[in-house]
């Protein structure tokens, strides 16, 4: 890897939507000098600058492929100091712990992850709350160290994000929580700790929004 280009490692481990992600954060990457690779070789992971940490699917799945693939140590290692975004499951595997399957996660932001247990609760309108949430919903951001997160930067309170999940973050530090979303009750919908942001919901399938937000983590300087 030329160690002199500025390298955004989207980590494959077999479990992203890849393709999508990689597509939205080279589009937002444009003319900023960036250069985005998707990869699934660990030396690759540790030579770049940023990590996308995509996930898709089960929980369980996720945790096995990522430790199969050999990639799980190289994640850790640049998640101590490196800017990562990890998005949708990606962002649900850097806690402790997951309900779903039982399944410990990478630890690097306590919490654990949850599902959703919406019996009985309806909607405004009357209706009951499916689970997965799957659409469209509004993300309220909460401040972070006492301002709102940088990687927000441009984007507009309450904008809509598009979210495909049953399970949701739920931080032990409040002050780990970057952004909140509401169904059948609040939840984390973004999270943060130091160098690491993170977002259930799809940047890459939430138009200009979400390209902002790529955008924006390409700039950010934790």
Not at 71 to 78: D, M
Not at 106 to 115: A, N, Q, R, S, T
Not at 149 to 165: E, I, K
Not at 184 to 202: E, K, L, S
Request: a negative charge.
């Amino acid at each position: 890897m030329n160690t002199e280009a500025k390298i955004v490692a989207v980590v494959d481990y077999g479990m992203g939507n890849l393709r999508s992600v990689a597509q939205a954060v080279m589009a937002a990457a444009q003319g900023s000098g960036w250069t985005v690779r998707v990869t699934a070789q660990p030396d690759e992971v540790r030579a770049a600058h940023r990590i996308v940490l995509p996930g898709q699917g089960a929980m369980p799945d996720c945790m096995h492929e990522l430790q199969a693939s050999g990639l799980r140590e190289s994640v850790l290692e640049v998640a101590a100091s490196k800017p990562l975004f990890g998005v949708c499951v990606g962002m649900q595997m850097l806690l402790d712990h997951s309900a779903e399957g039982d399944t410990p996660g990478l630890g690097l932001i306590p919490g654990e992850v949850l599902k959703f247990d919406l019996a009985g609760k309806l909607q405004s309108d009357g209706s009951r709350y499916k689970v997965p949430q799957m659409g469209w919903n509004t993300v309220r951001q909460v401040a972070h160290g006492g301002a709102v997160h940088p990687v927000w930067a441009g984007v507009p309170d309450n904008s809509y994000f598009y979210f495909v999940h049953s399970f949701y973050a739920r931080p032990q530090d409040a002050r780990h929580c970057a952004g909140e979303a509401d169904y059948g009750g609040p939840f984390a919908a973004a999270i943060a700790r130091d160098n690491i942001f993170a977002t259930q919901f799809h940047p890459e399938k939430s138009a200009d929004q979400g390209l902002a937000l790529y955008r924006n983590f390409l700039h950010w300087n934790p």
